[in-house]
């Protein structure tokens, strides 16, 4: 299995300040298409998953431009220019390239 | 309005069976590939399989953590989505989710708990 690990664990962010969080894959998640099938997802507190970006870079319908996405191969980060209060919650990656899909092990928001 | 909402979990002895099932509205359910999740409490969720759309012929995947104790069929006539489970074990409890991804996002219900224990 792709194994994805996340950093950091936590992170603790002002209202207003950048937040930055990283996922390595140990395999590249280039696939046979040439596309990239990196999501990330953010669990709000008692809510179910829901995704943010998806092929790296790619922001899901509603989710505001302060969410970016990059990297390439086994390198990825999410980053948050402004966070506001209602970013707080655990942020995963998923890889969709290999089987199974594998999620990271999150990183949880906190609001400063 | 998308709607997937699951049923079927609570407790269950070791060794033993459950079906979950998912109940979705709101869109074409037979245009999308239908998945199962599962998230123990405080920890990472695992995906656990899916099941295609009509035109990749309804075929499964399932993450080999699972695969031969767990099945996934969905009736297309009642827009269903199952789940059977089989040898349950207590590292089988978690909250349970249904969940596509939609060409505007992704779309999961509220989940339902399983607890396997004696």
Same mark, same amino acid.
């Given at each position: 299995?792709?194994?994805? /690990?996340?950093?950091?664990?936590?992170?603790?962010?002002?209202?207003?300040?950048?937040?930055?969080?990283?996922?390595?894959?140990?395999?590249?998640?280039?696939?046979?298409?040439?596309?990239?099938?990196?999501?990330?997802?953010?669990?709000?507190?008692?809510?179910?998953?829901?995704?943010?970006?998806?092929?790296?870079?790619?922001?899901?319908?509603?989710?505001?431009?302060?969410?970016?996405?990059?990297?390439?191969?086994?390198?990825?980060?999410?980053?948050?220019?402004?966070?506001?209060?209602?970013?707080?919650?655990?942020?995963?990656?998923?890889?969709?390239?290999?089987?199974?899909? /594998?999620?990271?092990?999150?990183?949880?928001?906190?609001?400063? | 309005?998308?709607?997937? *909402?699951?049923?079927?979990?609570?407790?269950?002895?070791?060794?033993?069976?459950?079906?979950?099932?998912?109940?979705?509205?709101?869109?074409?359910?037979?245009?999308?590939?239908?998945?199962?999740?599962?998230?123990?409490?405080?920890?990472?969720?695992?995906? *656990?399989?899916?099941?295609?759309?009509?035109?990749?012929?309804?075929?499964?995947?399932?993450?080999?953590?699972?695969?031969?104790?767990?099945?996934?069929?969905?009736?297309?006539?009642?827009?269903?989505?199952?789940?059977?489970?089989?040898? *349950?074990?207590?590292?089988?409890?978690?909250?349970?989710?249904?969940?596509?991804?939609?060409?505007?996002?992704?779309?999961?219900?509220?989940?339902?708990?399983?607890?396997?224990?004696?």
């Amino acid at each position: 299995d792709v194994v994805m /690990t996340q950093t950091p664990v936590s992170l603790s962010v002002a209202i207003g300040q950048p937040a930055s969080i990283s996922c390595k894959s140990s395999q590249s998640l280039v696939g046979t298409s040439g596309k990239t099938y990196l999501n990330w997802l953010l669990q709000r507190p008692g809510q179910s998953p829901k995704r943010l970006i998806y092929l790296v870079s790619k922001l899901d319908s509603g989710i505001p431009d302060r969410f970016s996405g990059s990297g390439s191969e086994t390198d990825f980060t999410l980053k948050i220019s402004r966070v506001e209060a209602d970013d707080l919650g655990v942020y995963y990656c998923l890889q969709g390239t290999h089987f199974p899909l /594998t999620f990271g092990s999150g990183t949880k928001l906190e609001i400063k | 309005e998308v709607k997937l *909402l699951e049923s079927g979990g609570g407790l269950v002895q070791p060794g033993g069976s459950m079906r979950l099932s998912c109940a979705a509205s709101g869109f074409t359910f037979t245009d999308f590939y239908m998945n199962w999740i599962r998230q123990p409490a405080g920890k990472a969720p695992e995906w *656990l399989g899916f099941i295609r759309n009509k035109a990749n012929g309804y075929t499964t995947e399932y993450n080999p953590s699972v695969k031969g104790r767990f099945t996934i069929s969905r009736d297309n006539t009642q827009n269903m989505l199952y789940l059977q489970m089989n040898t *349950l074990r207590a590292e089988d409890t978690a909250t349970y989710y249904c969940g596509y991804y939609g060409p505007s996002g992704d779309y999961w219900g509220q989940g339902v708990m399983v607890t396997v224990s004696s």
